[in-house]
C-alpha cells in the first residue's frame, strides 16, 4: 500500500504561482503512474494532469494545458505539479493520485491510492 502526501497548498492572487508536492511511501515509487486531481465545491473531482512512471510521458486537462507543469523525481519519491498564471477559477482541494498499472490516464477510477489533499485558493 502507498501512501500519499500533498503539500504546498495556498491562497495565491490571480496570476500568481503554486507548486504542489505529494511525497510517497510504502511502495516502489517508480513503478505507479501519478496523477493530480481537483474537486470545487459542489462540483464533481476533475482530472488535472498525470505522468507516467519515467517522467517521460504526461496528459493534461486542457483547462490547465500551457500553465500547469506536472513533474516526478523518482529519487525523492515525489511527484510535482507547478502552477502558473493561476485563474479563480483554478480554486479547489488538490489531491494526488497513484496506480500501478500502466499508462497515464485520466479517469479517476483507474488510480488505487489517494493522498488527503491540500487546498488552493485563488483571489480574483
Known amino acids: 500500500q502507498v501512501q500519499l502526501v500533498e503539500s504546498g497548498g495556498g491562497l495565491v492572487q490571480a496570476g500568481g504561482s503554486l507548486r504542489l508536492s505529494c511525497a510517497a511511501s510504502g511502495r516502489t515509487f517508480s513503478r505507479d503512474t501519478m496523477g493530480w486531481f481537483r474537486q470545487a465545491p459542489g462540483k464533481e473531482r476533475e482530472f488535472v494532469a498525470a505522468v507516467s512512471r519515467s517522467g517521460t510521458s504526461t496528459n493534461y486537462a486542457d483547462s490547465v494545458k500551457g500553465r500547469f507543469t506536472i513533474s516526478r523525481d523518482n529519487a525523492k519519491n515525489t511527484v510535482y505539479l507547478q502552477m502558473n498564471s493561476l485563474k479563480p477559477e483554478d480554486t479547489a482541494v488538490y489531491s494526488c493520485?497513484?496506480?500501478?498499472?500502466?499508462?497515464?490516464?485520466?479517469?479517476?477510477?483507474?488510480?488505487?491510492?489517494w493522498g488527503q489533499g491540500t487546498q488552493v485558493t485563488v483571489s480574483s
Open positions: 493520485a497513484a496506480k500501478s498499472t500502466l499508462g497515464v490516464s485520466r479517469n479517476p477510477e483507474a488510480y488505487t491510492n
